[in-house]
C-alpha cells in the first residue's frame, strides 16, 4: 500500500511540475537584478547596473561600456536598446542590439538620422565576455539560414529600419530536420520602398545563436509599431506583449495570443501605462520580481528634459498597472531590459565593475 501511495504520490509530482513548467525564457535567481541597457549618453553604448531589490540600483564602470562597440557593432560602431537573458538551458547569456549609431548620419551616408540597418547577436558565458555576429540586412536573403524561402521584401538594400530585438525562447518551434526549439528574435522593420511604416518581424535562431532565418511578418494593425516586449504569463496561461504603438491615444499597450507567432488580437484600450499623459514613452521592458508574482514594467519617457525612466508595477496578469517611479541610482537609464541574478552572478559582476579594463 505504502508503494502505490508514494509511485501515485510522484507521479502526480511529476507531471504537475511538468505542465506547470514555465514557457518562454529561463528564469533564475533570488538574489539580484541586472539592468542591462543604452546608456542615453553621446552616441549610446551597453551599460550594466546591478540591484538587490530592482528598484535601487549603482552603475558599473560609471555607466561606461561594458564591451567594444567596435567589435561588436560592425555596421555603424554602436549598440543600442541591449535585451539580455539566460540560455533556455542554463549554461551561459545571449544579447541582442540595435546595430546604429545617430551621430554619424553623414559618415555613415545615412538618408536620415534614425535610420538603421542590422543588429547584433551575442553570447557569453560570464556575462563579461561576449563573442557576436552582425547581420546586415542590405545584403538580403544571403545572410538568412535558409535563403531559398520566400522573401518579405523584394529589394532588401533600401530598407532603412531594424530596431529594438528581443529574444524569447520558443521550445515548441520545429525545424526542417525535425529538432526541437528556438530562440524567437521579433524586431521591427521599415523598408520605405515597399511599406509605409515601421512593422513587428519575427525570425528564429538556432542553439549556436549565429543564424537567423528568414523574417516573417508577426502583425500588422495598420500603423507603426515598435519596441515590442513578449512574456508568458502563468496566470493568464497566455503570451503578453507590450509595445509602442504610433496610432491612436499615448501610452504602452497589452496585446496577447495562445502562440509565439500569433495571432496576435489587438491592444487593449481600458487597461495600459497611461501615467505619462500625452508624454512619449517606449522601450517597455517586464520581469517579475523573485519569489513574487508581481510584474515590473520599465519604460523610458523621453519628451521631458532630463528624460525619465520609469518602473510601474502591475499584477499576476500583468494587469491593472500601478505605481509608477523613477528608477534609482542609474546615472543616463534608456532602452534596455531586466536579467535576475543568483549571489554568485551578482557578486561576480560587482568585483568586475569595480576594477578598471
Given amino acids: ?47 550594466y547596473a546591478l540591484s538587490r531589490d530592482g528598484f535601487h540600483y549603482h552603475d558599473l564602470f560609471i555607466g561606461d561600456s561594458i564591451f567594444s562597440d567596435a567589435e561588436h557593432a560592425r555596421i555603424e560602431g554602436a549598440t543600442r536598446d541591449a535585451y539580455i537573458c539566460r540560455k533556455h538551458d542554463g549554461t551561459g547569456y545571449l544579447m541582442v542590439c540595435t546595430d546604429m549609431n545617430v551621430g554619424a548620419k553623414e559618415r555613415l551616408g545615412k538618408v536620415a538620422t534614425w535610420d538603421n540597418y542590422g543588429i547584433d547577436l551575442l553570447t557569453s558565458d560570464d556575462l563579461i565576455h561576449w563573442q557576436s555576429v ?24 533600401t530598407i532603412n529600419r531594424v530596431w529594438a530585438p528581443q529574444i524569447v525562447w520558443d521550445a515548441d518551434y520545429v525545424w526542417p530536420d525535425g529538432r526541437k526549439g528556438g530562440y524567437m528574435i521579433y524586431y521591427s522593420m521599415w ?116 528624460k525619465n525612466y520609469r518602473l510601474c508595477l502591475a499584477d499576476e496578469h500583468m494587469r491593472n498597472f500601478h505605481s509608477p517611479r523613477n528608477i534609482e541610482g542609474v546615472a543616463r537609464p534608456q532602452h534596455g531590459s531586466f536579467l535576475r541574478l543568483t549571489k554568485e552572478e551578482y557578486d561576480r559582476l560587482e568585483e568586475w565593475g569595480s576594477h578598471d579594463y
Fill in 134 to 157: 552582425t547581420f546586415d540586412y542590405r545584403r538580403g536573403t544571403t545572410i538568412f539560414s535558409n535563403p531559398e524561402a520566400e522573401s518579405v521584401y523584394k529589394d532588401w538594400s
Fill in 1 to 47: 500500500m505504502y508503494k502505490i501511495l508514494l509511485s501515485s504520490l510522484l507521479s502526480l509530482f511529476f507531471s504537475t511540475s511538468w505542465a506547470q513548467s514555465p514557457k518562454g525564457n529561463l528564469q533564475k535567481g533570488d538574489y539580484g537584478y541586472l539592468y542591462c541597457h543604452m546608456n542615453d549618453r553621446g552616441r549610446a553604448w551597453t551599460a
Fill in 191 to 306: 523598408n520605405r520602398g515597399e511599406e509605409a511604416y515601421d512593422r513587428m518581424y519575427y525570425s528564429y535562431a538556432d542553439e549556436s545563436f549565429t543564424t537567423l532565418t528568414q523574417p516573417r511578418l508577426l502583425f500588422d494593425w495598420g500603423y507603426a509599431t515598435i519596441d515590442a516586449d513578449i512574456n508568458w504569463v502563468e496566470a493568464d496561461q497566455q503570451w503578453h506583449m507590450m509595445i509602442k504603438k504610433e496610432g491612436g491615444k499615448p501610452g504602452l499597450f497589452t496585446a496577447t495570443a495562445p502562440a509565439l507567432t500569433g495571432p496576435w488580437g489587438e491592444p487593449v484600450e481600458d487597461d495600459y501605462v497611461n501615467f505619462e499623459g500625452n508624454k512619449k514613452c517606449e522601450g517597455v521592458s517586464a520581469f517579475q520580481l523573485a519569489g513574487q508574482q508581481t510584474w515590473v514594467i520599465g519604460y523610458i519617457e523621453y519628451s521631458s528634459n532630463p
